[in-house]
């Protein structure tokens, strides 16, 4: 893909996902900025360790993304396909290193209730480097093997990627004036955001 076709898809892509400013956090800024449900996910290119990767996120207010559904996924890959093509992979906020062969999501969830492992890879993991998988705690999605997650050792120097961060959507809140006796009072309301709703492969972001 030339030059000029991928600066185009990239716009077209921002275009179609890109977050309304006043949905996210500011310091986040707005290029690669995206908005899924109630969260906004921010991209980071580069060559970063995992355990690097989720101190950024943190450092930021969020923490590595948490991909609990299809749609999400199926979101990611919509966004992420085509983006830079030096890019082989992004960091995702799993790992099992606290229990071997036992996944589960940064946030602290007892279990997944959705993944998108390649074959040989997390629960059912036969290692790269290491014959075991033993030191393979972290989870990768890898845009060559069809956005599937794999698992790689955490800070070692070989496995240095992309990732992508979480972050809650700002609360708006709107004021009501109500006129009592005594002059008036503001009450203010917290708006909150509809849950995640999966989209399918095709499905306009709202």
Known sequence: MD????CLLSFLIHAAYGAPADECPHNLG?????????????VHYGNYDWV????????EGGDLIQIRDSGMQQFLQRVLSGQRSE????????SDSESESHWKWVAGDPKMTYSHWSSGQGPSQSGFLFSDGGHEDCALMKIHDGFRWH???CSLFLYHYSFICQHDKLVHSHTHHTNGQHGSTTVFIPQTFPDTTPLSTDAPIP
């Not at 690097?52 to 450092?59: E, F, G, P, T």
């Not at 890019?87 to 799993?94: K, L, P, R, S, V």
């Open 87 to 94: 890019d082989t992979g992004f960091w995702i906020g799993a």
């Open 3 to 6: 030059t000029l076709k991928l």
């Open 30 to 42: 707005k290029s690669d900025l995206y908005s899924y449900g109630n969260f906004c996910l921010k």
């Open 151 to 153: 698992d790689y050792e």
């Open 52 to 59: 690097d990767a989720r101190h950024r996120c943190q450092k």
